[in-house]
């Protein structure tokens, strides 16, 4: 069994940072690709961002120039630096992470349960 176990949520007034943090552990092989996902209220679950094993990132457009994904391989960790943060940053955010339990099966998602984080004006 994988656990996914993010923290770090909270309130912020707009401007503020905040750093997520989550760490995956349990019974994996390895860990391919970490990512972080947000669900405002009343919208679908987006993308943040995602980091490659090999550090290859990707951000959404909304978080671009504002937020910065980092992993650490060793402990299967993966941060969120959120600077410049706005009201419409609100939302559940849900850290996932891509791996295999063993080599020879696919990889699949596992999923942290969410941390809240609200930026108010």
């Known amino acids: 069994q994988v656990q996914v176990v993010e923290s770090g949520g909270g309130l912020v007034q707009a401007g503020g940072s905040l750093r997520l943090s989550c760490a995956a552990s349990?019974?994996?092989?390895?860990?391919?690709?970490m990512g972080w996902y947000r669900r405002a209220p009343g919208k679908q679950r987006e993308l943040v961002a995602h980091?490659?094993?090999?550090?290859?990132?990707n951000y959404a457009n909304s978080v671009k120039g504002r937020f910065t994904i980092s992993r650490d391989n060793a402990l299967n960790m993966v941060y969120l630096q959120m600077n410049s943060l706005k009201p419409e940053d609100t939302a559940v955010y849900y850290c996932?992470?891509?791996?295999?339990?063993?080599?020879?099966?696919?990889?699949?998602?596992?999923w942290g349960q969410g941390t809240q984080v609200t930026v108010s004006s």
């Open positions: 996932n992470a891509n791996g295999r339990l063993r080599v020879t099966m696919p990889s699949y998602d596992y």
């Open positions: 980091i490659t094993s090999s550090g290859a990132t």
């Open positions: 349990g019974s994996i092989f390895s860990i391919n690709t």
